[in-house]
């Protein structure tokens, strides 16, 4: 090939637009790059030396890909036709179909002594061979950049009309600009009613006037250096961070452990395209009001990062401004954030001092008025059904019903409250601060202020047992009602976060464990879930809602093990659908169990011993020793009569570990009765008093788990 053919250069593509999703612009010009790429590659315009940098700012999406060929090297290609039966006519000669196959391939200068005849394992077809020209790159850009457009994760698309005052376009934002270069030549191409040039635009305030891109390898440097301009959004993120950091050191403060500070950090780093760090005050006086509430203002309103104290990580009364200015005298940006902030934590601090002139417990009847579902009744009919659930449990579990009854009766009690109207994000967490206020039991405001928390994370203990048992009933409550109207998840939608209540519910369980809670005390799920379902007036839930609901629990469990646990044991465990709090103590049981000598021999016998029961349920009946017939029949129904109360036993108090262990030791008389007994004998009595030693070895050994999806 041609030393022209074969040059290569950095390529450049830029979109300008308008102020495009923060939420989504990381992904978005990751997308952007990777469309373009992925496209120069399909067509070998790439080499192996090809390095891709996505950029993106608010105003932009790009790429800078280098080593980018001109013209890909000419590519053997082999084209499948049509079967050689279709193909020639009755004269052995080209038939019409395939005369304008080949024409509509661009083929049609070939002849028949140019085709290949291979065969598939079928019949045999006509191939076409031959070398295809390599790809131009100016040939190539416009598709490139229409693929990269549509395959953007765009989470709304806009409709906006181009300057012809005619056409419409759909995209994210309006484009304004469109840079390719190629070194420094301009390639043409066009989209979303722009063409190719070399001009973009800086910084919206700091940048004059319009920036003509040298070449490709230039962009980055004239846009930091003339534009003001940081077009790498990772640059920009670690650039926050640091300075953000600096800040703190400085102020001797702390940004908090919260996981909204590296989402906030995400955010911010798609609002700005030259990142700089300013320290803002309040009056200490709004301190007064719960920190949640200034905080959420500070964040979700202002995209502040509020400080704490990095001793009590208490809230002080200063916060960072990540600005998109960088100036020598920032007083004016500092007093402007300043001046923003002042009317929302003014309003903060009257929500909260109106809030707690009426106690919690008052607002409960006004539920009446809010709606939890229109097939489910209203938020009050709830709190009703959370107060059953929540005292049930009490009494299963030897907790005080009159505290989980009044933690049930005041979940919902803020809802109505102005600071969660204005600050949903705060429901229980207000609900708890003004049960505070009230007076109301420690276990109780403990538990509305977690009680909306995605899982439990410690062991239940006596000081949180309330809180544990107001997050089990409610997560039971959502599950089967709004699952028994129809509302269960499909696919990715799950708009009542069903999959999460399922995983909330299960860490109830296992925490409950950890607490000791189980072991004088008994919790069935399918008994909760049922005593749940109850509580709701008849006809309104399907008649199937429980099984499917604990099937959906226990996949739920299933999707969560299999990513840390080996995959056959966890299906050995669940698909007997143990407790949900013995799961974890039975997977290790079987983990102990799969690596004993007896393991693949008595999983592969239980395997096959399920496969003769699933044929016979029907015929099998008592076991009757005097039928016996082989010495082998003997031995194994001495054996399982020595070591199944042992293993019961030990499976009573749950020590799985030991209870498969016992029964480890049937290896021998079990290997022994298949290779000496014909278990489906002639006679049907003897035939089935054997199938009926079997299922006795079968219940035995599966009490822990389905051994034979061990094998």
Same mark, same amino acid.
Request: charged letters at 20%; glycine letters at 6%.
């Given at each position: 090939?041609?030393?022209?053919?074969?040059?290569?250069?950095?390529?450049?593509?830029?979109?300008?637009?308008?102020?495009?999703?923060?939420?989504?612009?990381?992904?978005?010009?990751?997308?952007?790059?990777?469309?373009?790429?992925?496209?120069?590659?399909?067509?070998?315009?790439?080499?192996?030396?090809?390095?891709?940098?996505?950029?993106?700012?608010?105003?932009?999406?790009?790429?800078?890909?280098?080593?980018?060929?001109?013209?890909?090297?000419?590519?053997?290609?082999?084209?499948?036709?049509?079967?050689?039966?279709?193909?020639?006519?009755?004269?052995?000669?080209?038939?019409?179909?395939?005369?304008?196959?080949?024409?509509?391939?661009?083929?049609?200068?070939?002849?028949?002594?140019?085709? *290949?005849?291979?065969?598939?394992?079928?019949?045999?077809?006509?191939?076409?061979?031959?070398?295809?020209?390599?790809?131009?790159?100016?040939?190539?850009?416009?598709?490139?950049?229409?693929?990269?457009?549509?395959?953007?994760?765009?989470?709304?698309?806009?409709?906006?009309?181009?300057?012809?005052?005619?056409?419409?376009?759909?995209?994210?934002?309006?484009?304004?600009?469109?840079?390719?270069?190629?070194?420094?030549?301009?390639?043409?191409?066009?989209?979303?009613?722009?063409?190719? =040039?070399?001009?973009?635009?800086?910084?919206?305030?700091?940048?004059?006037?319009?920036?003509?891109?040298?070449?490709?390898?230039?962009?980055?440097?004239?846009?930091?250096?003339?534009?003001?301009?940081?077009?790498?959004?990772?640059?920009?993120?670690?650039?926050?961070?640091?300075?953000?950091? =600096?800040?703190?050191?400085?102020?001797?403060?702390?940004?908090?452990?919260?996981?909204?500070?590296?989402?906030?950090?995400? *955010? $911010?780093?798609?609002?700005?395209?030259?990142?700089?760090?300013? #320290?803002?005050?309040?009056?200490?006086?709004?301190?007064?009001?719960?920190?949640?509430?200034?905080?959420?203002?500070?964040?979700?309103?202002?995209?502040?990062?509020?400080?704490?104290?990095?001793?009590?990580?208490?809230?002080?009364?200063?916060?960072?401004?990540?600005?998109?200015?960088?100036?020598?005298?920032?007083?004016?940006?500092?007093?402007?954030?300043?001046?923003?902030?002042?009317?929302?934590?003014?309003?903060?601090?009257?929500?909260?001092?109106?809030?707690? #002139?009426?106690?919690?417990?008052?607002?409960?009847?006004?539920?009446?008025?809010?709606?939890?579902?229109?097939?489910?009744?209203?938020?009050?009919?709830?709190?009703?059904?959370?107060?059953?659930?929540?005292?049930?449990?009490?009494?299963?579990?030897?907790?005080?019903?009159?505290?989980?009854?009044?933690?049930?009766?005041?979940?919902?009690?803020?809802?109505?409250?102005?600071?969660?109207?204005?600050?949903?994000?705060?429901?229980?967490?207000?609900?708890?601060?003004?049960?505070?206020?009230?007076?109301?039991?420690?276990?109780?405001?403990?538990?509305?202020?977690?009680?909306?928390?995605?899982?439990?994370?410690?062991?239940?203990?006596?000081?949180?047992?309330?809180?544990?048992?107001?997050?089990?009933?409610?997560?039971?409550?959502?599950?089967?009602?709004?699952?028994?109207?129809?509302?269960?998840?499909?696919?990715?939608?799950?708009?009542?976060?069903?999959?999460?209540?399922?995983?909330?519910?299960?860490?109830?369980?296992?925490?409950?464990?950890?607490?000791?809670?189980? #072991?004088?005390?008994?919790?069935?799920?399918?008994?909760?879930?049922?005593?749940?379902?109850?509580?709701?007036?008849?006809?309104?839930?399907?008649?199937?809602?429980?099984?499917?609901?604990?099937?959906?629990?226990?996949?739920?469990?299933?999707?969560?093990?299999?990513?840390?646990? =080996?995959?056959?044991?966890?299906?050995? $465990?669940?698909?007997?659908?143990?407790?949900?709090?013995?799961?974890?103590?039975?997977?290790?049981?079987?983990?102990?169990?799969?690596?004993?000598?007896?393991?693949?021999?008595?999983?592969?016998?239980?395997?096959?011993?399920?496969?003769?029961?699933?044929?016979?349920?029907?015929?099998?009946?008592?076991?009757?020793?005097?039928?016996?017939?082989?010495?082998?029949?003997?031995?194994?129904?001495?054996?399982?009569?020595?070591?199944?109360? #042992?293993?019961?036993?030990?499976?009573?108090?749950?020590?799985?570990?030991?209870?498969?262990?016992?029964?480890?030791?049937?290896?021998?008389?079990?290997?022994?009765?298949?290779?000496?007994?014909?278990?489906?004998?002639?006679?049907?009595?003897?035939?089935?008093?054997?199938?009926?030693?079997?299922?006795?070895?079968?219940?035995?050994?599966?009490?822990?788990?389905?051994?034979?999806?061990?094998?």
């Amino acid at each position: 090939m041609s030393e022209q053919i074969m040059s290569t250069r950095s390529l450049l593509v830029e979109l300008q637009t308008e102020e495009l999703p923060p939420k989504a612009l990381e992904k978005m010009g990751q997308a952007f790059a990777e469309g373009i790429a992925n496209v120069l590659r399909e067509r070998h315009l790439l080499t192996e030396h090809s390095q891709i940098t996505d950029y993106a700012t608010p105003r932009r999406l790009a790429v800078h890909i280098s080593h980018v060929i001109e013209q890909a090297a000419d590519q053997a290609f082999s084209e499948k036709l049509m079967p050689t039966k279709v193909g020639l006519d009755a004269d052995g000669n080209m038939s019409q179909p395939l005369l304008k196959r080949l024409e509509g391939k661009g083929l049609g200068h070939l002849g028949l002594a140019d085709l *290949e005849i291979k065969s598939d394992g079928k019949q045999d077809y006509f191939y076409a061979n031959g070398m295809a020209t390599g790809a131009r790159l100016a040939d190539v850009m416009n598709e490139a950049i229409d693929y990269a457009v549509t395959q953007l994760p765009i989470p709304k698309v806009m409709r906006y009309q181009l300057n012809d005052g005619v056409t419409s376009v759909r995209f994210v934002r309006p484009a304004h600009g469109l840079i390719v270069l190629w070194g420094d030549e301009v390639l043409p191409a066009q989209t979303l009613g722009l063409s190719s =040039d070399r001009i973009t635009l800086g910084h919206r305030f700091m940048c004059d006037a319009p920036l003509s891109i040298q070449s490709a390898d230039s962009y980055v440097t004239q846009l930091e250096q003339d534009g003001w301009v940081i077009p790498s959004f990772d640059k920009r993120r670690a650039l926050i961070s640091q300075q953000l950091n =600096d800040a703190c050191a400085t102020y001797q403060a702390s940004l908090g452990t919260d996981p909204e500070v590296p989402e906030l950090l995400e *955010e $911010v780093t798609a609002l700005v395209e030259h990142p700089t760090i300013y #320290k803002g005050e309040f009056d200490p006086v709004f301190l007064e009001v719960p920190s949640e509430c200034l905080i959420l203002t500070m964040r979700l309103n202002q995209r502040y990062f509020p400080l704490f104290d990095p001793k009590t990580n208490a809230l002080t009364h200063q916060f960072l401004i990540v600005s998109n200015m960088q100036v020598e005298d920032p007083s004016h940006i500092i007093e402007g954030n300043q001046r923003v902030i002042l009317p929302r934590l003014a309003d903060a601090r009257f929500f909260f001092e109106t809030d707690r #002139k009426q106690h919690l417990a008052d607002r409960v009847d006004s539920l009446e008025n809010s709606v939890y579902h229109n097939k489910l009744g209203s938020q009050r009919v709830r709190v009703e059904r959370l107060r059953r659930l929540a005292t049930y449990l009490a009494d299963q579990l030897g907790a005080d019903r009159t505290l989980a009854d009044r933690a049930a009766l005041l979940a919902k009690a803020d809802l109505n409250t102005l600071m969660v109207g204005e600050f949903p994000e705060l429901q229980g967490i207000m609900g708890a601060y003004y049960a505070q206020a009230d007076g109301e039991a420690a276990q109780v405001v403990h538990a509305l202020k977690h009680q909306y928390e995605h899982r439990l994370h410690q062991p239940v203990t006596t000081d949180s047992i309330t809180a544990a048992l107001l997050f089990l009933a409610e997560r039971a409550e959502t599950l089967v009602g709004i699952w028994g109207i129809g509302l269960a998840p499909t696919g990715e939608r799950d708009p009542y976060a069903l999959r999460r209540a399922a995983l909330g519910l299960i860490s109830a369980f296992e925490q409950l464990n950890h607490g000791g809670y189980f #072991k004088e005390h008994a919790l069935d799920l399918r008994q909760l879930l049922e005593y749940s379902a109850a509580g709701f007036e008849a006809g309104v839930l399907a008649d199937s809602t429980i099984d499917e609901v604990i099937n959906f629990i226990y996949e739920r469990y299933r999707n969560q093990l299999i990513q840390h646990a =080996d995959r056959k044991v966890v299906e050995a $465990v669940l698909a007997i659908q143990p407790p949900l709090q013995q799961v974890s103590e039975r997977i290790q049981a079987c983990l102990n169990f799969a690596q004993r000598p007896e393991a693949d021999s008595l999983a592969a016998a239980n395997k096959r011993i399920s496969n003769l029961l699933q044929r016979h349920t029907d015929t099998i009946g008592a076991l009757d020793p005097s039928l016996f017939v082989e010495p082998a029949e003997h031995a194994l129904a001495a054996t399982l009569s020595d070591l199944t109360p #042992k293993a019961q036993q030990q499976f009573i108090q749950g020590d799985f570990t030991s209870s498969l262990a016992t029964l480890a030791a049937a290896k021998e008389p079990v290997d022994q009765f298949f290779n000496d007994v014909m278990v489906m004998a002639e006679d049907p009595a003897v035939r089935n008093n054997r199938l009926a030693l079997l299922k006795q070895l079968h219940s035995a050994m599966n009490q822990v788990a389905d051994l034979s999806l061990l094998a």
